[in-house]
């Protein structure tokens, strides 16, 4: 256990719902980030938080996404009108420590 | 282009030997490598990481070698056991990780024979 959690850890839904994740890093870590992992791939970046700063963000994030760390605690990402192609798994990572990750399947 | 990739997409071992996880990276300015193991349907485990100015870590069973000259970065786990079967990762990033993200290759799938 890293101390990162996520919730939920699946989440099944259908094309055109959107969903949200929520990711608790440990605590006192400023740096956090989020990142896809489809099979057979290593994780791929997708943005990145100092404290509530979104510093980062990668091209991979279409405008159907967004995240967000309000408090510079935890994060949430949420996908809008989700795509069969937006199924992976979704991996917050706190600094260079990682959480169990949210499998999300799109029918 | 900026990569990181491993020579060898799966690894079979027999219990007790050692193993060896390749990886090449091709980004001169990454200062800062980490390894992570990554069994079914969890997520990646942070095993050992090494910084540039180094070309040699060792841990609990695990050594990683750094050579910078050839952008060559190995993972050795010594006595293998069935618990190591997963995939492992290298991952690399600029700035030694006080900012950025880091930059994964595909994986090697390590496998242990009783």
């Keep these: 256990d890293t101390g990162v959690s996520q919730d939920p850890r699946h989440k099944i839904t259908k094309r055109g719902q959107n969903v949200t994740f929520r990711c608790d890093p440990i605590s006192e870590h400023n740096r956090l980030y989020w990142y896809r992992q489809t099979l057979g791939q290593g994780p791929e970046f997708l943005t990145y938080f100092q404290n509530e700063a979104q510093l980062e963000k990668s091209r991979l994030l279409s405008d159907r996404f967004s995240a967000e760390r309000p408090k510079g605690s935890f994060s949430t990402l949420e996908i809008q009108r989700t795509e069969q192609g937006d199924s992976a798994m979704y991996l917050c990572a706190s600094s260079e420590f990682f959480g169990p990750g949210t499998r999300l399947t799109v029918l | ?114």
Excluded at chain 2, 6 to 32: F, K, M, R, W
Excluded at chain 2, 98 to 105: E, H, P, R
Aim: aromatic share 8%; proline share 4%; hydrophobic share 35%.
């Design chain 2, 1 to 114: 282009g900026e990569s990181v990739g491993l020579h060898l997409p799966t690894l079979s071992v027999q219990e007790g030997d050692n193993s060896i996880i390749n990886c090449a990276y091709s980004n001169s300015a990454s200062d800062y490598f980490i390894w992570y193991k990554q069994e079914s349907g969890k997520g990646p485990q942070f095993i050992i990481d090494i910084r540039s100015n180094m070309d040699k870590r060792q841990g609990q069973r695990v050594t990683v070698l750094l050579n910078k000259t050839v952008k060559h970065l190995s993972l050795q786990i010594a006595a293998t056991q069935p618990g190591d079967s997963a995939v492992y990762f290298c991952a690399e990033i600029i700035n030694g990780g006080s900012q950025g993200n880091l930059i994964f290759g595909k994986g090697t799938k390590l496998s242990v024979k009783p």
